[in-house]
Every structure is written in structure tokens, then in C-alpha cells.
């Protein structure tokens, strides 16, 4: 019960801050949010840049976390792994959107520690993007260009969606987007 509620609080948190920033989101508008006392909530965080911490910390883990399985999977080819990169990319922006409009809008709001911290996780996830990307590069399709700016072009683009994507039935799903991205790539 208690880690529903922390992933409640994480939630509400990210997605007020997400529209109306770090500065002016209250502990109060947080805890309204998820039907708690403002007191209640240092029960679960330390304080205000606890819960930032989370929001932004736990979607890189994830990020992290998923691409160092793909980038570890040797049963699977490199345009295979570099495909399902880019979807599981693209699901990770669609799923943990507040979060990462967050990391995006606020890293100047962020500790010097922080920002430091979450510079090293954007680098380490982009360093595993690119073995992947390096991989396609063996096989012959990228062959010749240069994979940090292939890897950075590749999650540019991604990212970007966080500027214009919309759910609903009259937009393209996150696994359609993905192909979408990767068939641009290749021209297939």
C-alpha cells in the first residue's frame, strides 16, 4: 500500500510540475492531488526536491534499465535490437511524459549535484543507445557515419515528441511513431 501511494505522490507530483513547473507547484497542490494531508506526505519524502528527485530519477532508471536489456540480448540482430530501441524509447517518453517534461523544462532547477547525476544517467543511456547504434553500423546500413551523431540524431528526434504528442484515436500510437522513426532511418 505504502509503495502505491509513494507511486501515487510521483505521479501527481510529476505531472503538476510538468505543467506548471518545480517553482510553483505546492507540497499542498501534491497532496491535495493525491487526498493527503500536506504532513503526510513527509511520511513518504524527505521534502519537496525529494519528490523532483524521484520524478525525474526513477523514469532514467527505467530508461536505463530497459535499453541495457535490449543492448544485452544476443539472440537478436542489430536492425532488430535498434527497431525495438526506438519503440521501447518512444513508450518510455509516451509512459513517463510529465517525468520527462520535467527532467527537460526543469534541469536548471535542479542541485549542481543533481544536474550532475542526471548528466551521467543521460550519458550512460546514451552510450548504451550507441553500442546498439554501432552494432547496425557492422552489419553495413549506417556504415560510415558517425554513431554519436546517429545515436544523438535518433533520440533528438524521439525526444522532441515530448513538444507535440497527443493520445487519443486520431493520433498514431507510441509503437506506430517508433516504426515510423526507424523506417525513416532506413528508408523502408
Do not use: C
Not at 542526471?118 to 546514451?126: A, G, V
Not at 535518433?154 to 487519443?168: D, P, Q
Request: hydrophobic content about 40%.
Amino acid at each position: 500500500m505504502a509503495v502505491n501511494k509513494k507511486m501515487r505522490i510521483i505521479n501527481v507530483a510529476a505531472e503538476l510540475m510538468s505543467k506548471k513547473g518545480y517553482r510553483d507547484t505546492t507540497l499542498d497542490e501534491i497532496a491535495s492531488g493525491v487526498g493527503l494531508d500536506k504532513s503526510s506526505l513527509f511520511h513518504y519524502f524527505k521534502d519537496k526536491n525529494g519528490i523532483l528527485d524521484m520524478v525525474v530519477g526513477q523514469s532514467l532508471k527505467e530508461a536505463i534499465d530497459s535499453l541495457k536489456e535490449i543492448s544485452d540480448d544476443s539472440s537478436s540482430g542489430p536492425e532488430v535490437k535498434l527497431r525495438l530501441a526506438i519503440r521501447v524509447h518512444v513508450e518510455t517518453l509516451v509512459k513517463n511524459f510529465h517525468s520527462i517534461k520535467v527532467f527537460f523544462d526543469e534541469f536548471r532547477s535542479f542541485s549542481r549535484k543533481k544536474q550532475v547525476r542526471f548528466t551521467d544517467e543521460r550519458k550512460e543511456y546514451e552510450r548504451l543507445f550507441e553500442m546498439i547504434v554501432k552494432e547496425v553500423q557492422r552489419e553495413g546500413p549506417l556504415k560510415g557515419l558517425n554513431s554519436k551523431i546517429v545515436t544523438f540524431g535518433i533520440v533528438g528526434m524521439s525526444n522532441w515528441l515530448i513538444h507535440w504528442y497527443k493520445e487519443g484515436p486520431s493520433y498514431l500510437s507510441p509503437q506506430e511513431i517508433a516504426e515510423t522513426f526507424y523506417r525513416s532511418l532506413f528508408f523502408k
